[in-house]
């Protein structure tokens, strides 16, 4: 398949799920991927950056087996090497890793390359660097335990980015189930939830409500 063409479907599924087994409630990722994945979510990212090289890798391996089987495309936080190493259907960058251009060319043509903006001044730079890009990262939207030490970006800069975008865009940060309507009036398609599913009791029916709400609004 080719994965750039059918990444618009694969948004089109509305939840962007991220791993974060360390506020997982004591379940480790491969059971929060198969539950992502039990309730509908294509899209994954690993992000994970505490274990060491070896497990990270290890752990790929096996997520990336089921996240293909599984129809979905698996995409690597950060680390350019470990996406290459697994074999990866794409990396995630943020403003402080290596460009997009050079990541670009570390990956080859055929993986998709996710930047995370914040502001209205990356979001230009992101739309300059477009041919290097396929999707952006807009937030975080309200403030997040999970991101502790970045500014909430809120309403005004989803509002510009929906606007300005020239690539598909995932709004991102404290969103949640009593609160994703917001984002999505504001026009947000594509919606990434960390602690909202990965805390949640019951993973497979948290993710169908939230795919519930998207589809519904
Ligand atoms: N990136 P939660 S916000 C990983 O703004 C991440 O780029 C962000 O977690 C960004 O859904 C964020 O638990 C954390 O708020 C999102």
Redesign the pocket.
């Known amino acids: 398949m080719n994965l750039r063409a059918g990444m618009e479907s694969f948004f089109n599924t509305g939840i962007y799920g991220?791993t974060?087994e360390n506020i997982s409630n004591g379940r480790d990722n491969i059971e929060i991927v198969r539950d992502m994945l039990e309730g509908g979510i294509k899209f994954i990212q690993y992000?994970e950056k505490e274990k060491d090289a070896l497990s990270r890798y290890e752990e790929c391996l096996i997520l990336r087996d089921m996240i293909k089987q599984a129809g979905g495309v698996f995409i690597i936080?950060d680390f350019v090497d470990l996406a290459l190493a697994v074999d990866a259907d794409g990396v995630h960058i943020?403003q402080s890793d290596l460009p997009p251009r050079v990541v670009r060319k570390l990956i080859g043509r055929e993986k998709l390359l996710g930047l995370?903006t914040?502001n209205t001044e990356e979001l230009e730079q992101a739309n300059e660097l477009k041919k290097y890009i396929d999707y952006i990262?807009?937030?975080?939207i309200?403030a997040?335990?999970?991101?502790i030490n970045?500014e909430p970006?809120g309403f005004e800069y989803l509002d510009y980015a929906v606007k300005n975008a020239q690539l598909p865009l995932v709004a991102?940060?404290?969103?949640?189930e009593q609160n994703i309507d917001d984002v999505l009036h504001a026009g947000a398609k594509t919606v990434?939830?960390?602690?909202?599913i990965v805390q949640s009791e019951n993973i497979v029916s948290k993710v169908e409500r939230l795919r519930d709400k998207i589809f519904n609004k």
Not at 172 to 176: H, M, N, V
Not at 192 to 196: E, G, L, M, Q
């Open positions: 991220i974060a992000r936080d943020g995370s914040h990262g807009v937030g975080p309200h997040t335990a999970t991101k970045a970006v991102i940060g404290g969103i949640k990434a939830i960390v602690s909202d």
